[in-house]
Every structure is written in C-alpha cells, then in structure tokens.
Nanobody, 123 residues
Framework: EIHLMESGGGSVQAGGSLRLSCTST????????MGWFRQAGGNECELVSS???????YYSPSVKGRFTISQDNAKNTMTLQMDSLKPEDAGVYFC?????????????????WGQGTQVTVSS
C-alpha cells in the first residue's frame, strides 16, 4: 500500500503560523493532483486546499488568503504554509493524492493518504 507522510503539526497561538509538509518515497507527486484535508472535531472532513498537476490551486473560503499550498516535484514534497491561524483552523490535517476523489469521504488514514498531523490553535 502507498501511504504519504505528513510533518509539521503542533500547537500555536492564534495569529501564529505553522508549515505542514507531505512527502512520499514511493508515490510521485507530479502524477496526480494533491491536497490537504482537515478533520475538526465532529465536523465533516473538509478539503482545505489542493494543487493540480498543472499548478492550479484551490483554497476553501475559510482559509483563502491565509494558507498557501506549494509543491516541489524534485523533492516530492507538498507544503501547506498556514499563517494568521485561528482557533477554528485546529484539527487533524491529512495530505492526500487525487483529493477530488475523496470529497465527502471521512478523513481517515488510507492508501494514498497520510496518517494525519494534529494542529492546535489556542486563543
């Protein structure tokens, strides 16, 4: 099974920044669209941001202007720079390949997903 690996979660005060990274030793990121999902408490699994193979980016309205997604195909790494964090940004963040296929699905670790990384934002 192919799994991705996230890093960079942690705790920060509101207004602070965190940088999440996602990588894989077996799945080439330039082969598919890539994205970040968030599971916050009992809320639905939300697609926060994605980047397509042609570089087109998507941001959910709640994070647009504060988060930046990027990808380095040479390093096979995808990054989510999160600035001006708010308490409502807290949750478990998952990176995923082909994110459009999982919209509406639960946030769980599965093939082509990472294991999730916790982001905590205190007010």
């Amino acid at each position: 099974e192919i799994h991705l690996m996230e890093s960079g979660g942690g705790s920060v005060q509101a207004g602070g920044s965190l940088r999440l990274s996602c990588t894989s030793t077996v799945w080439p990121f330039d082969r598919s669209d890539m994205g970040w999902f968030r599971q916050a408490g009992g809320n639905e699994c939300e697609l926060v941001s994605s980047i397509s193979t042609d570089g087109t980016t998507y941001y959910s309205p709640s994070v647009k202007g504060r988060f930046t997604i990027s990808q380095d195909n040479a390093k096979n790494t995808m990054t989510l720079q999160m600035d001006s964090l708010k308490p409502e940004d807290a949750g478990v963040y998952f990176c995923a390949a082909d994110p459009k296929s999982y919209i509406g699905a639960p946030c769980i670790s599965r093939p082509y997903w990472g294991q999730g990384t916790q982001v905590t934002v205190s007010s």
